[in-house]
């Protein structure tokens, strides 16, 4: 977990305003580190600070005015100056950060006791070398950058948008706190067998994520045969782009679907609700595969700030709600205060 400011309750108008966003996206970044590297970075190692740095300059960079230039233009843009050339850079700089790991784990690996993901990828590789069944080292590398960036920056924004509701919706954040110190209490950590018995933390979360709208547009498709979708004839051949913002806001399916409203995922007596059309995580073949352990992290880690801090936003101060965009989408900077509850 990661370490917030400390300030004694009564006093927290004397602490210190931070932006949590680099604490935030540092500790999530590890939970891949760790499963991929094998390892975790600290929070003040300034190299891999600016590894993260450039996975967000990835996501954001579509979003520009170069990127969409780039996305008209791509063959004539490729040679020119520009900010989307910071995404390619951006990423050249990520693929030697990993191309450095994936070589300390050929050194010292042991085949026959693989420790992470990317000892597995190197054994598929030597197992599959005679198959074409594309297990290389480029792809290893292109795994690894997708798994870093689609597993960072979709749940630190989610968690960045948490602790920014919270402090905006102080008697929410009241009734999540009563939640957790009745069924958690705090002299232990959250375990997620606590989940199914808070109805309310639960239905917090995932109105962060529909109101949040991370991922507004999932990544586009092609048709692969004439159809009818809605009356609207689609053509074999044609790039269908999901987007999943409507169906998360879609009015028939929620009472008021333009406001944070945890209700919006609770019954008549208070129990979690469960909705069909609640997809974040998109459907399909390819919907998100990391669904599972997103939702865990997202669970973990609100219900460990909340059990500890209160956040609060400076006397007088209405934060934005309004989100930087980009493939993903997180809120403006902001700066909070958290008060122990300790
Ligand atoms: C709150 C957190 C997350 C949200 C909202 C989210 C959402 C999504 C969405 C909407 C997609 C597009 C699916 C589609 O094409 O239909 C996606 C893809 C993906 N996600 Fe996540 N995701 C989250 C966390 C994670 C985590 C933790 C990981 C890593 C373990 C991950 C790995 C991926 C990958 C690798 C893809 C690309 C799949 C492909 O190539 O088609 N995601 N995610």
Redesign the pocket.
């Known amino acids: 977990m990661f370490i917030l400011l400390i300030v004694p309750n009564h006093f927290w108008f004397l602490g210190f305003l931070f932006d949590p966003h680099y604490l935030v996206n540092n500790a999530?970044a590890n939970?891949?580190c760790t499963?991929v590297f094998g390892h975790r970075f600290e929070y003040g190692d300034i190299h891999f600070h600016q590894m993260l740095k450039c996975s967000e300059e990835i996501f954001k960079v579509p979003a520009t005015f170069w990127g969409r230039l780039y996305n008209q233009y791509p063959a004539i843009m490729d040679f020119l100056p520009g900010g989307h050339q910071l995404a390619f850079s951006s990423l050249d700089k990520i693929k030697k950060f990993i191309g450095e790991e994936v070589k300390r784990h050929k050194d010292d690996r042991n085949p026959s006791d693989p420790r992470d993901y990317i000892d597995c990828y190197l054994h598929e590789i030597e197992k599959q070398k005679d198959e074409g069944a594309g297990f290389t080292e480029e792809n290893l590398l292109y795994?690894v950058v997708?798994?870093f960036g689609?597993?960072?920056e979709?749940?630190s924004?989610?968690l960045r948008w948490a602790i920014l509701y919270m402090a905006k919706y102080p008697e929410i954040q009241e009734k999540v706190q009563t939640e957790i110190d009745q069924m958690i209490g705090q002299n232990r950590q959250p375990s997620m067998d606590d989940r199914a018995r808070m109805h309310f933390t639960n239905a917090v979360i995932h109105e962060v994520?529909r109101f949040g709208n991370?991922?507004p547009i999932?990544?586009p498709?092609m048709s692969n045969r004439d159809t009818t979708i809605s009356g609207y004839k689609v053509p074999k051949g044609m790039m269908v782009v999901?987007v999943?913002k409507y169906i998360l806001r879609d009015k028939d399916e929620y009472a008021t679907p333009d406001k944070f409203n945890p209700e919006h995922f609770l019954d008549e007596n208070g129990n979690f609700l469960k909705k069909e059309n609640f997809?974040?995580?998109?459907?399909?073949k390819?919907?998100?595969?990391?669904?599972q352990?997103?939702?865990m992290?997202?669970f973990l880690f609100f219900t460990s700030m909340l059990q500890r801090f209160t956040f609060r936003v400076p006397e007088g101060e209405d934060p934005s709600l309004e989100s930087l965009i980009g493939i993903?989408c997180g809120p403006k900077p902001f700066k909070i205060y958290a008060v122990s509850r300790i």
């Open positions: 999530v939970m891949i499963l795994c997708d798994l689609a597993g960072t979709t749940t924004n989610s994520q991370i991922v999932a990544p498709r999901p999943l997809i974040p995580f998109s459907i399909g390819r919907m998100c595969p990391g669904e352990l997103a939702r992290e997202l993903t």
